[in-house]
């Protein structure tokens, strides 16, 4: 294993600010030609998984917990001597490209995945690389935004992905070795997956991407021993026109032709085998009312609304299920008819809000493209309030034209597919987003059976700055408490810890820490690749780490790397 001491690191493309750098200690660069060796992983077992919020040691869910908080309560790195973070260690992987992954963290030994659905186990101390599983690709991907994949999850003794042939495949913890594998939907239709799954009570829980190709999105449970279907939930139901809303969420009028949309669907009939509904991200899961919370994608084509009358239902919605059948509780619909490629993709978290009477209840709250934070009763799905917007909003909702339309929010957002972080203690939620106005062409097309379908297309303006945030919303009011300009727009991931701190990183390389009551930056570190995917923290002996991927992103073209930083104190 090679060693290298900080400065001479930086000759790899990596860069510190003087508090990081001001460390002389020896940083550890491990590459991926190791032989394997046994993770030797206890197994973990579905009580640890459901109290993972409360374990300062691991991360053990992709959002650190079935809420989704991505709020971890360890406190040794805190806001006092978080000027002191310098790197402990750094892996390299065979791949180099979009890094998005969500390190999972049990008992010392760390599993990452990147692109093209490979899967690494790691000692979280050292940086050692214990096994490394290849995924032989079928002979036909298809895939939306870049061949990313965004993590694992471990039950027992397996190790679950999804692949991005739209395979699940569990893997031996300790040695990386193929347990079983399923086919999840065929890859020449359109479908692909890259999100991480969900382990919950012996079932796997996993959605599919695909939306812009035509698809029937669904969202899926297998047995997490056999890898039999369990149950199947189609995110585009049989009648999917829905009660043709002219208003979205927030109450604005999106400029729809219904009687126009009518006529249509009285020619063509419903088209929901063909209406995308992609799932991006990792559901909620409410243990006290044996319930899901998840958020479905836009509507296929993209921005031509001419081959799908109607409210497209449940595309761009949250939608709750019961876990152990799969059955429909609730829904509610953020835009109707989407022709701007909003899509809901961020995941949803699951906190005690404040009603409009000041009430305490469940809610369960997601960050929009729109900009938006939208807060709901936990029981029927119903929204309660919507956040100040945290991003530019001009020309809502203009219509796309022949020639382009000038509409912001461009089509990336707001927030993206990156999920937040909440702070129960603070009642703040805490979103990265993105700012780049855009132009929205239409055009007509035929479904191209299973390629890519947008009905037009959606560009950045020239000229037109690009840039990002970091926002602090009061999610019992819907205020903005702080934010944070950047340089550029932001997509990744954010993480909050017990330590009053908030890290994130940009498309630049850098990566910070701020105050997560004021949102003052406390520490930063240069990467040399974009900063986007989501950190995580662990704790190691009597050590608390925070850990990162530096490969850039695929989607909006930040510098691609292939390293996996991991921070500590002295």
């Known amino acids: 294993m090679k060693r290298y001491s900080v400065a001479y690191a930086t000759l790899f493309g990596l860069g510190c600010t003087l508090a990081a750098s001001s460390h002389a200690q020896e940083v550890k660069l491990q590459d991926e030609w190791s032989p394997p060796r046994e993770a030797k992983v206890s197994p973990v077992t579905q009580d640890q998984l459901n109290a993972a919020d409360k374990n300062a040691t691991n991360f053990l869910l992709t959002n650190g917990n079935y809420a989704q908080t991505r709020f971890h309560p360890a406190k040794q790195i805190n806001r006092d001597n978080v000027k002191n973070l310098h790197v402990a260690w750094i892996f390299q992987a065979e791949v180099k490209e979009s890094l998005e992954t969500s390190p999972i963290v049990i008992d010392g030994v760390m599993y990452v995945t990147t692109s093209f659905s490979h899967v690494y186990a790691i000692d979280a101390k050292t940086g050692e690389q214990l096994w490394h599983y290849s995924h032989k690709m079928g002979p036909i991907t298809t895939y939306c935004c870049g061949p990313n994949n965004r993590g694992v999850q471990v039950l027992g003794d397996k190790v679950y992905l999804a692949t991005l042939d739209s395979k699940l495949v569990a893997l031996n913890a300790n040695t990386g070795e193929v347990v079983w594998s399923s086919d999840i939907a065929d890859p020449e239709f359109g479908y692909s997956e890259t999100m991480a799954p969900t382990v919950v009570k012996d079932k796997v829980l996993i959605g599919t991407n695909g939306g812009e190709y035509g698809v029937r999105g669904f969202v899926r449970a297998y047995d997490a021993k ?12 049989e009648n999917s026109v829905g009660v043709w809303a002219t208003k979205d969420a927030t109450g604005r009028d999106m400029h729809r032709d219904i009687q126009a949309e009518k006529d249509q669907l009285a020619k063509i009939g419903d088209p929901y085998k063909k209406l995308g509904g992609g799932v991006w991200q990792n559901p909620a899961v409410d243990l006290s009312t044996n319930r899901i919370y998840f958020v479905v994608g836009n509507p296929s084509p993209d921005l031509d609304g001419a081959p799908r009358p109607g409210d497209n239902l449940y595309t761009n919605s949250l939608v709750s299920l019961d876990l152990d059948t799969g059955n429909f509780v609730c829904h509610l619909q953020y835009i109707a008819h989407d022709v701007w490629d909003l899509d809901a993709a961020s995941p949803p978290v699951l906190v005690d809000v404040q009603d409009k009477d000041g009430k305490t209840i469940p809610g369960v709250i997601h960050a929009g493209k729109t900009g938006h934070i939208y807060v709901h009763d936990r029981k029927d799905c119903s929204l309660i309030r919507f956040s100040e917007a945290m991003v530019p909003q001009e020309n809502m909702w203009t219509l796309p034209t022949k020639e382009g339309a000038r509409m912001l929010p461009g089509a990336n957002g707001g927030v993206e597919w990156s999920p937040i972080a909440t702070d129960p203690g603070q009642g703040l939620a805490y979103a990265i987003n993105l700012h780049q106005p855009m132009h929205y062409r239409v055009e007509n097309s035929p479904y191209p059976n299973g390629k890519l379908w947008l009905g037009g297309a959606f560009t950045a ?16 009011t819907g205020k903005i408490r702080w934010q944070v300009k950047t340089p550029e727009p932001m997509i990744g991931g954010i993480l909050a810890t017990a330590g009053g701190l908030v890290f994130t990183g940009e498309g630049n390389g850098k990566f910070a820490a701020y105050n997560s009551s004021t949102g003052k930056e406390l520490w930063s570190f240069r990467a040399g690749a974009g900063v986007n995917a989501p950190p995580s923290s662990y704790s190691v002996g009597d050590k608390q780490y925070i850990v990162v991927g530096a490969g850039g992103n695929t989607q909006v073209n930040f510098r691609r790397g292939n390293n996996i930083i991991a921070f500590t104190l002295d």
């Open 461 to 476: 303006i020239p000229g037109e700055k690009q840039a990002g945030n970091i926002t602090a919303v009061d999610y019992n």
């Open 226 to 237: 056999t890898g039999k279907l369990v149950w199947n939930f189609d995110t585009i139901p």
